[in-house]
């Protein structure tokens, strides 16, 4: 259970209203893809992604891109929950898709600046550091049943 | 993993845009810094104020871009522009070298704030790897 005061409470979903899903979403794969191109490796099947153009504009990386930041969305709405809400998303990373899940730090580092780009001076020092601590929360409960 | 002559070009050409109000930008991302991970605070107790709009913090971040601006110019050899740096690091400051990224997350968040599309995928890659050769270079003497 992990314990949030109301401030970060407030900073993530209000910030969350105003994130348009989809963009925010295929952004964030994108640079994911671009700046740390080994995670190319679990997308094997989605056509040209060879250089960072290719990427941008591949249409399979922008809607995988809205179906991560989906789950994003639904972290937050189990925020009080969270180990528990992901299990099965979990092990679905762990035992199917087999992913690194370093790589889950590299996305949220690629979310945590597409945020601010997109906000600006509205992602203010405080706002960042409840959403990198959102950040930790859903890496720790997408980890959590790797064995 | 090295820097691509595509890549010094996007960070010198960002440095640039961003020199004018680099003191503001890197007092920010210090401050960031300190409140997005505030185990950072530790190497800063001697500072009286630690709060996010400590002149002090935003004093000390103006001055490690610089230093960073000093990096740029010399992009061609970090290693021979920072080594009295490198050596402050390892003999006197001690900073563990785990922070570093933690800074260089914060300067690159700072960055995407202040120049929005601006700071493009591309320009994300080549600063990152800038940032991770700054690094290196800063814990290269420290054993």
């Given amino acids: 259970m992990v314990h949030w005061t109301d401030h970060e409470r407030h900073a993530i979903t209000t910030l969350w209203a105003k994130v348009n899903v989809e963009e925010v979403g295929a952004q964030a794969l ?17 056509g040209n992604i060879s250089n960072a153009a290719a990427i941008a504009g591949n249409a399979k990386v ?3 891109g809205k179906t991560v930041l989906k789950s994003v969305g639904d972290a937050i709405a189990h925020m009080d929950d969270l180990s528990h809400a992901f299990t099965k998303l979990s ?20 979310l945590s600046i597409v945020l601010a780009a997109t906000f600006g001076t509205a992602y203010t020092p405080d706002v960042h550091a409840a959403w990198q601590k959102m950040i930790a929360v859903i890496i720790s409960a997408l980890s959590k049943q790797y064995h | ?61 103006a ?21 009295k740096l490198s050596e402050l690091h390892a003999y006197n400051l001690r900073v563990d070298p785990a922070n570093f990224k933690l800074l260089a997350h914060t300067l690159l968040v700072t960055l995407s704030a202040y120049l929005g599309a601006e700071f493009t995928p591309e320009v994300h890659l080549a600063w990152d790897k800038f940032l991770a050769l700054v690094a290196t270079v800063l814990s290269e003497k420290y054993r």
């Fill in chain 2, 63 to 83: 001055k490690v871009l610089g230093a960073i601006g000093q990096a740029v110019s010399g992009i061609d050899n970090v290693s021979a522009s920072l080594s």
């Fill in chain 1, 62 to 64: 922008h809607a995988h």
């Fill in chain 1, 91 to 110: 092990k679905f990373h762990s035992e199917t898709l087999h992913v690194d899940p370093d790589n889950f730090k590299h996305f949220g580092d690629c």
């Fill in chain 2, 1 to 61: 993993m090295t820097l691509s002559a595509h890549d010094k070009e996007l960070v010198a050409k960002t440095w640039t845009k961003i020199a004018p109000k680099a003191a503001q930008i890197g007092g920010e991302a210090l401050g960031r810094l300190i409140a997005v991970f505030p185990q950072t605070k530790t190497y800063f107790s001697h500072f009286a104020d630690l709060s996010a709009s400590s002149p002090q913090i935003k004093a000390h971040g």
């Fill in chain 1, 30 to 46: 994108v640079r994911l893809l671009v700046v740390y191109p080994w995670t190319q490796r679990y997308f094997a099947s989605f």
